[in-house]
């Protein structure tokens, strides 16, 4: 095991609905990353917090929110889904700020499926 | 701005031929790079760290500064090695997020 959670690991649901996907990171990591993978784009990076606070912001929809929590778990909220969001979300965790030295822990994702 | 480009999207080779999947790498500063594996649509596993010069997997991948390039090679490809490759860089402040080139997926034909 990896150490990063991610639940759930499948989830499927109508277009215009919302979502909330979790993520613990690995203990004592302090960052969490989220990415999208889709066939098409490869990782595309979201957004990072660290420590509770917005670290980073990549190509994160404004439909699309996340957030930390004091017990560094971290939720990505998804709204007015379109089937376009279909996609693998994958939630990283490191110990510092960035990637530097040591790279990321990844979780085994969430696959969204948008009907 | 830093950018990674692995030009290949599919490679296809024999077993026990020889593999390199190219990564290509744009940064001003003095980057750390990294190969990331996907089996199967799994998690991601770090593969290697260039800084650690490590053999994974009989995997080697050398950081090139002059060509700007972190190929990944290994002499014989096994069937087990098809999977999604990616590659991947950090930024020498450390504090920004790794940035993933879009990966190539090798197959590895018996």
């Known amino acids: 095991d990896s150490g990063v959670t991610q639940t759930p690991k499948h989830l499927i649901t109508a277009t215009g609905q919302r979502v909330t996907l979790r993520c613990s990171p690995r203990?004592?990591?302090?960052?969490v990353y989220w990415y999208q993978q889709s066939l098409d784009q490869g990782l595309q990076f979201l957004i990072q917090y660290y420590n509770g606070e917005e670290r980073a912001k990549g190509n994160i929809l404004e439909r699309f929110s996340a957030q930390q929590f004091p017990d560094l778990h971290s939720e990505l909220n998804l709204s007015s889904l379109e089937l376009g969001d279909s996609a693998l979300y994958f939630c990283?965790?490191?110990?510092?700020?960035?990637?530097?030295?040591?790279?990321?822990?990844f979780g085994s994702g969430t696959r969204l499926t948008v009907v | 701005a830093q950018r990674v480009t692995q030009p290949e999207k599919l490679l296809s080779v024999f077993k026990g031929a020889p593999v390199e999947l190219k990564c290509n790498y744009s940064?001003?500063?003095?980057?750390?790079l990294f190969w990331y594996v996907q089996y199967s649509r799994q998690r991601l596993q770090l593969l290697l760290r260039?800084?650690s010069r490590e053999s994974i997997k009989g995997f080697t991948a050398d950081l090139n500064k002059g060509e700007t390039s972190f190929h990944l090679k290994k002499p014989f490809a096994q069937e087990e090695d098809s999977a999604m490759y990616y590659c991947?860089?950090?930024?020498?402040?450390?504090?920004?997020?790794?940035?993933f080139g879009k990966g190539t997926r090798l197959s590895v034909i018996a």
């Open positions: 990283a965790s490191s110990v510092g700020a960035g990637g530097r030295s040591y790279g990321y822990t």
């Open positions: 991947a860089l950090s930024g020498s402040s450390g504090n920004t997020p790794l940035v």
């Open positions: 940064y001003s500063g003095s980057p750390e």
């Open positions: 260039h800084i």
């Open positions: 203990s004592g990591d302090l960052s």
